[in-house]
C-alpha cells in the first residue's frame, strides 16, 4: 500500500446553509422535495490508492494465494469519499445534465419547464450519500439515480431528516406552506443523556 496524498483524499459535501435556500427555494416556487440514500456508495467507484493483497482462503481455491489489486474504494481507505464525490458529480454533470453552482459545487441545477411551458430551474443537493432533489417532478429524477445506483430500501420521498435536522412542510396562516428545519430530536437526546447525570451529581 503506498502513502495517500492529500490531493486525492478531500471531499466537499453541501452546506448547512445552501439547504436551507434551497428549501427556501422549494417553497417560494412551489417545488416538490425528494431524498434518498445510496447504499453501498463508495463501492461504486474506482479506488485511487494504489493497493495489492494476497487472497486468502475466503477468495476461493482459483485466487487463494495469488496477489490482487484493489479496484473498488473500499469504506475506510483515505482516498474514497473524494473518488465517490467525484464519480457521482460526474454522473450528476454528464448523464442528468446539471451544473454545479459556483457558490455551492454540491449544489447541482438544470433548467426546465412546469406542463404548463413556465420555465424554472430544479436542484440536486449532495452529502456523500444522501440526496436531495427540489423539482416539479423529483420522482424523475430519482428514478435516473435509481437506474445507475442502488437506493436503499429502493425507497425515496419527501425527506423527514437531513443533515441531522428534523425536516417538515407546514401550513401558514395565510393557506401557503414552508419547510421547517429543527434540532430537536437532538435536544432531546441530550437532555434525555445529561438529566440522569445531574442527577447523580446533586
Known amino acids: 500500500m503506498t502513502e495517500t496524498p ?6 466537499s459535501v453541501v452546506s448547512r446553509e445552501s439547504v436551507k435556500i434551497a428549501f427556501l427555494i422549494a417553497a417560494l416556487n412551489d417545488l416538490d422535495i425528494m431524498s434518498c440514500d445510496i447504499g453501498n456508495a463508495y463501492l461504486n467507484a474506482p479506488c485511487r490508492e494504489k493497493i495489492w493483497f494476497v487472497a486468502g482462503k475466503e477468495c476461493g481455491p482459483d485466487l487463494e494465494g495469488k496477489p490482487c489489486k484493489l479496484v473498488r474504494a473500499l469504506y475506510g481507505l483515505k482516498s474514497s469519499g473524494a473518488a465517490w464525490r467525484a464519480m457521482f458529480s460526474h ?26 411551458g413556465e420555465a424554472y430551474y430544479e436542484y440536486v443537493l449532495v452529502y456523500v450519500d444522501d440526496v436531495l432533489a427540489i423539482s416539479h417532478d423529483p420522482t424523475t429524477i430519482m428514478k435516473g439515480i435509481g437506474e445507475h445506483f442502488t437506493i436503499k430500501d429502493d425507497k425515496y420521498g419527501e425527506p423527514t431528516t437531513y443533515l441531522g435536522a428534523n425536516i417538515e412542510r407546514i401550513q401558514l396562516d395565510d393557506g401557503s406552506w414552508a419547510w421547517s428545519m429543527t434540532s430537536e430530536h437532538y435536544v432531546k437526546n ?4 445529561v438529566s440522569p447525570l445531574l442527577t447523580h451529581l446533586n
Open 190 to 193: 441530550l437532555i434525555e443523556t
Open 91 to 116: 454522473f450528476i454533470i454528464n448523464t442528468l445534465g446539471f451544473l454545479p453552482t459556483r457558490i455551492d459545487p454540491d449544489v447541482y441545477y438544470r433548467k426546465n419547464c412546469r406542463p404548463n
Open 6 to 11: 492529500s490531493s486525492i483524499t478531500y471531499s
